[in-house]
């Protein structure tokens, strides 16, 4: 087997596998960047995932890599390991244009984002900026200004939003790790319609320095991969204490990567009530899988979810708002009319209302965490449906029309809501379509959630399926 046909073969593999042929010498780094190029060139034609490709760029890093192997150095543990961001995260000598028109009138970022930073000392390779919605006001993947990134399972279907994107390059193998943010779900609905493994963390976990934000007070920023130890690898590269985000917390973390096979039982239940209603078979079949396989029996409610969904929009209409004001007032014309219309709804929102919102937002914390006296682990769906189709306005649940863009998140914005750690694992079902479930954890504790996922793994019971393109 020659090296191109190695590198490509590695590319389409767990990224911790691509990483040590690098280490070791059986595959360089500029053949397994190559590759990469070469597929995002036969694919993202289909896929729209990337809006910037940057070549020049991973060349560079590439041969830098195989240079420091020539020498004697050890390398990093993501050594040669392609990957791509969500275009709200500042790269080097780029707009960052966040989804949107307007941004494109932003000079180029003078230095890359804390996370991609991390990364690339971690020995990965930046290709460049992935496709997402406008100001990430998005569960879709739909983008008036770039196009539709597609779902690589059926290109006539959503991607998921915001980062769809990064969920459409990382289920389409065009990349095998990417980042993107999550403010109501938007890591894990891609992660849910894509079929692939998303990681939410603690809201204050990783540092969000020079990304472009939506909501300050529920902006988290993640990793994308389609296994779980790439994803707890790269996860464990991105922590850290960073003095230019003052929101990160100051909560030491131990890498998670070494703890996925440790013996220890979980204590895992599932999540009824709110989470037991509106979804589809489908998604309850997912469910149901995956509580069968982490002998999880009992069934347990959080009170008021409803209320906290209702909470987390109010929240996000006014941040959201707030952070617009002035290109709303100067250039409206330039927004997707979808996104400035609830924008502009978010400006008239009364002060009474937010100040309700935050104070229920500290109550319904306190009730998770109590829950989580006695679990470690708690089982959701991430989506009430797979993937919808593109373009698609409304969508039945519960045996009512209901509107697509606002209800995919019904079940991720009350978590998202009060900052919990969610790993989004793919359910194998007999659906031509992936949907995911949500493994929650208690503030602090993503390894606990990782390790479910793995134990799903495992099991083969959590697969991310092959893509048709």
């Given at each position: 087997?020659?090296?191109?046909?190695?590198?490509?073969?590695?590319?389409?593999?767990?990224?911790?596998?691509?990483?040590?042929?690098?280490?070791?010498?059986?595959?360089?780094?500029?053949?397994?960047?190559e590759a990469a190029l070469a597929r995002i060139a036969q694919v993202d034609p289909v896929l729209n995932a990337f809006t910037d490709v940057t070549s020049a760029r991973a060349r560079a890093e590439a041969a830098a890599i195989d240079a420091r192997r020539a020498a004697?150095?050890?390398?990093?543990?993501?050594?040669?390991?392609?990957?791509?961001?969500?275009?709200?995260?500042?790269?080097?000598?780029?707009?960052?244009?966040?989804?949107?028109?307007?941004?494109?009138?932003?000079?180029?970022?003078?230095?890359?984002?804390?996370?991609?930073?991390?990364?690339?000392?971690?020995?990965?390779?930046?290709?460049?900026?992935?496709?997402?919605?406008?100001?990430?006001?998005?569960?879709?993947?739909?983008?008036?200004?770039?196009?539709?990134?597609?779902?690589?399972?059926?290109?006539?279907?959503?991607?998921?939003?915001?980062?769809?994107?990064?969920?459409?390059?990382?289920?389409?193998?065009?990349?095998?790790?990417?980042?993107?943010?999550?403010?109501?779900?938007?890591?894990?609905?891609?992660?849910?319609?894509?079929?692939?493994?998303?990681?939410?963390?603690?809201?204050?976990?990783?540092?969000?320095?020079?990304?472009?934000?939506?909501?300050?007070?529920?902006?988290?920023?993640?990793?994308?991969?389609?296994?779980?130890?790439?994803?707890?690898?790269?996860?464990?590269?991105?922590?850290?204490?960073?003095?230019?985000?003052?929101?990160?917390?100051?909560?030491?973390?131990?890498?998670?990567?070494?703890?996925?096979?440790?013996?220890?039982?979980?204590?895992?239940?599932?999540?009824?009530?709110?989470?037991?209603?509106?979804?589809?078979?489908?998604?309850?079949?997912?469910?149901?899988?995956?509580?069968?396989?982490?002998?999880?029996?009992?069934?347990?409610?959080?009170?008021?979810?409803?209320?906290?969904?209702?909470?987390?929009?109010?929240?996000?209409?006014?941040?959201?708002?707030?952070?617009?004001?002035?290109?709303?007032?100067?250039?409206?014309?330039?927004?997707?009319?979808?996104?400035?219309?609830?924008?502009?709804?978010?400006?008239?929102?009364?002060?009474?209302?937010?100040?309700?919102?935050?104070?229920?937002?500290?109550?319904?914390?306190?009730?998770?965490?109590?829950?989580?006296?006695?679990?470690?682990?708690?089982?959701?769906?991430?989506?009430?449906?797979?993937?919808?189709?593109?373009?698609?306005?409304?969508?039945?649940?519960?045996?009512?029309?209901?509107?697509?863009?606002?209800?995919?998140?019904?079940?991720?914005?009350?978590?998202?809501?009060?900052?919990?750690?969610?790993?989004?694992?793919?359910?194998?079902?007999?659906?031509?379509?992936?949907?995911?479930?949500?493994?929650?954890?208690?503030?602090?504790?993503?390894?606990?959630?990782?390790?479910?996922?793995?134990?799903?793994?495992?099991?083969?019971?959590?697969?991310?399926?092959?893509?048709?393109?």
């Open positions: 087997m020659n090296e191109t046909t190695e590198a490509a073969r590695l590319l389409a593999g767990p990224a911790l596998a691509l990483a040590n042929a690098v280490s070791a010498g059986k595959v360089s780094a500029r053949s397994v960047t004697g150095a050890v390398l990093g543990p993501l050594a040669g390991v392609p990957f791509a961001v969500k275009n709200l995260f500042d790269l080097e000598g780029l707009s960052t244009r966040a989804g949107s028109r307007i941004n494109r009138d932003r000079p180029p970022a003078p230095r890359d984002a804390t996370l991609v930073e991390r990364l690339t000392a971690a020995g990965a390779v930046c290709l460049g900026g992935l496709n997402m919605g406008e100001y990430a006001y998005d569960f879709t993947g739909e983008n008036l200004h770039d196009g539709n990134s597609r779902n690589p399972h059926d290109t006539g279907h959503m991607s998921g939003g915001s980062s769809g994107g990064s969920g459409s390059a990382v289920g389409g193998k065009l990349v095998p790790l990417s980042l993107g943010s999550d403010t109501n779900g938007s890591i894990r609905v891609p992660s849910s319609f894509c079929g692939i493994f998303g990681l939410k963390p603690t809201y204050g976990r990783l540092s969000r320095a020079r990304s472009f934000p939506f909501v300050a007070s529920l902006d988290h920023l993640g990793p994308f991969a389609r296994h779980v130890a790439d994803l707890a690898a790269t996860y464990d590269a991105l922590l850290g204490p960073d003095p230019d985000d003052a929101a990160l917390a100051d909560k030491p973390a131990a890498p998670t990567l070494p703890g996925l096979e440790e013996p220890g039982h979980l204590r895992v239940a599932v999540l009824g009530g709110w989470f037991a209603r509106s979804g589809t078979p489908q998604a309850y079949e997912a469910v149901a899988r995956a509580a069968r396989a982490l002998d999880a029996t009992t069934v347990v409610e959080l009170p008021e979810v409803e209320r906290a969904r209702a909470s987390a929009y109010l929240i996000t209409m006014a941040e959201g708002a707030a952070l617009h004001r002035d290109r709303l007032r100067e250039r409206p014309g330039e927004f997707d009319p979808a996104v400035r219309e609830r924008l502009l709804a978010g400006a008239v929102l009364p002060a009474a209302w937010i100040a309700r919102a935050q104070n229920f937002r500290r109550w319904f914390r306190d009730r998770a965490v109590e829950l989580f006296a006695e679990w470690d682990v708690l089982i959701a769906p991430a989506t009430p449906v797979p993937a919808p189709r593109s373009g698609q306005a409304t969508f039945v649940l519960d045996g009512r029309e209901m509107l697509v863009r606002p209800n995919i998140g019904i079940y991720t914005q009350p978590i998202s809501f009060i900052g919990l750690p969610v790993v989004a694992a793919p359910i194998a079902t007999d659906n031509p379509l992936p949907i995911a479930v949500q493994l929650i954890a208690a503030p602090w504790q993503e390894a606990a959630a990782l390790r479910a996922a793995r134990v799903l793994e495992r099991a083969g019971i959590a697969v991310a399926p092959e893509p048709v393109v």
